[in-house]
């Protein structure tokens, strides 16, 4: 997904657990067509592990006729990772991908060197009218992965490993937790899982990565005496183990890894470690080298002042 201007997210209130470091509340912004929730960046916390973006998309609801319609635009130096709870996604790309994305599955697309993108409704659902909830994540690329080919990988919801018992369910995403691995290649080591809770059922997070969060979607959670409601970014103090206990039924999102091998600079849609590199694709894209999305003869002009993030 394109950089879409946001305001910034607000810190919460203040919380007794000691091994809570920092707690997001992303302000929700309406796009026209559908509301969009960011987590990170903010100025609170700038990355966990390689996660340096993080969206929440909806939920909203399309009518008759309308729709998702981002325009093909570029990405360098990440991976998109795009997961939904709703709705229905057409991805296509500078590969020639065309595919859609549902509930339970997972895209993966790699941007390396370069590549671009588009994400639309499907013209099956503009005709009945849709809803859509979901996330969408950008993941950094490790130092020797930044300039690689791009590629794109989709993955089935049964490929994906589900974990359940005493009233937990957890689909591990991507890399390894909870005795378990994904089969999802990532860059750096880091766990993605998506999390159901029954009321009074407990997810225990050990300190495997020195950088975790979670992000509350649905229901109620409890962690050392303090609540939490959805829409929410829990950033952990590391090294500590935390119980995660659901006062309600709850729905969240565990993320992070390790601390990646350097800063990273973040402007509009391009992730790098050298700020030079982020310069050339600009040019890239403002003078039309970069490939295009077969299809599409629609693009997102290089904006003149996005809101630039950098790292440090």
């Given amino acids: 997904m394109s950089w879409h201007g946001a305001d910034d997210p607000i810190p919460g209130d203040h919380f007794t657990c000691d091994a809570i470091k920092t707690l997001i509340v992303p302000r929700s912004r309406d796009l026209?067509?559908?509301?969009?929730?960011?987590?990170?960046?903010?100025?609170?916390?700038?990355?966990?592990?390689p996660f340096i973006f993080f969206d929440q998309m909806g939920p909203s609801e399309f009518l008759l006729g309308q729709g998702m319609d981002v325009r093909p635009h570029p990405h360098i130096g990440l991976s998109t990772v795009t997961y939904l709870f709703e709705g229905e996604i057409m991805?296509?790309?500078?590969?020639?991908?065309?595919?859609?994305?549902?509930?339970?599955?997972?895209?993966?697309?790699?941007?390396?060197?370069?590549?671009?993108?588009?994400?639309?409704?499907?013209?099956?659902?503009?005709?009945t009218g849709s809803r859509?909830?979901?996330?969408?994540?950008?993941?950094?690329?490790?130092?020797?992965d930044e300039e690689?080919?791009?590629?794109?990988?989709?993955?089935?919801?049964?490929?994906?490993?589900?974990?359940?018992?005493?009233?937990?369910?957890?689909?591990?995403?991507?890399?390894?937790?909870?005795?378990?691995r994904s089969?999802?290649?990532?860059?750096s080591p880091m766990v993605y899982a998506d999390v159901a809770l029954e009321a009074g059922a407990v997810l225990p997070l050990d300190p495997t990565y020195d950088e975790r969060a979670?992000?509350?979607?649905?229901?109620?959670?409890?962690?050392?005496?303090?609540?939490?409601?959805?829409?929410q970014l829990?950033?952990?103090?590391?090294?500590?183990?935390?119980?995660?206990?659901?006062?309600?039924?709850?729905?969240?999102?565990?993320?992070?890894?390790?601390?990646?091998?350097?800063?990273?600079?973040?402007?509009?849609?391009?992730?790098?470690?050298?700020?030079?590199?982020?310069?050339?694709?600009?040019?890239d894209w403002r003078q039309a080298r970069f490939d295009t999305v077969p299809g599409e003869s629609e693009f997102i002009p290089l904006p003149e002042q996005p809101a630039p993030v950098r790292y440090p």
């Avoid at 994305?101 to 409704?121: C, D, F, K, Q, V």
């Avoid at 690689?148 to 937990?168: D, M, N, Q, S, V």
């Fill in 183 to 187: 089969p999802v290649r990532t860059s």
């Fill in 32 to 49: 026209g067509s559908f509301a969009v929730r960011r987590a990170l960046p903010s100025t609170e916390c700038r990355m966990v592990g």
């Fill in 214 to 231: 979670i992000y509350t979607v649905s229901g109620a959670i409890e962690i050392a005496g303090d609540g939490f409601g959805p829409g």
């Fill in 132 to 144: 859509l909830f979901g996330l969408q994540s950008w993941v950094a690329l490790s130092g020797r």
């Fill in 234 to 283: 829990l950033v952990f103090n590391p090294g500590d183990r935390i119980s995660v206990r659901a006062t309600q039924a709850a729905r969240f999102m565990v993320l992070g890894g390790e601390p990646m091998d350097g800063p990273r600079h973040l402007w509009w849609n391009f992730v790098s470690s050298r700020p030079e590199r982020i310069e050339q694709a600009k040019e």
């Fill in 91 to 127: 991805h296509r790309d500078s590969l020639g991908t065309e595919l859609p994305i549902r509930p339970g599955e997972l895209n993966w697309m790699t941007a390396g060197r370069g590549i671009t993108h588009s994400e639309r409704t499907g013209a099956g659902l503009r005709a």
């Fill in 148 to 180: 690689t080919a791009p590629a794109f990988e989709h993955y089935e919801a049964e490929a994906l490993p589900i974990l359940t018992g005493e009233g937990k369910q957890v689909r591990l995403i991507a890399g390894e937790a909870f005795g378990a």
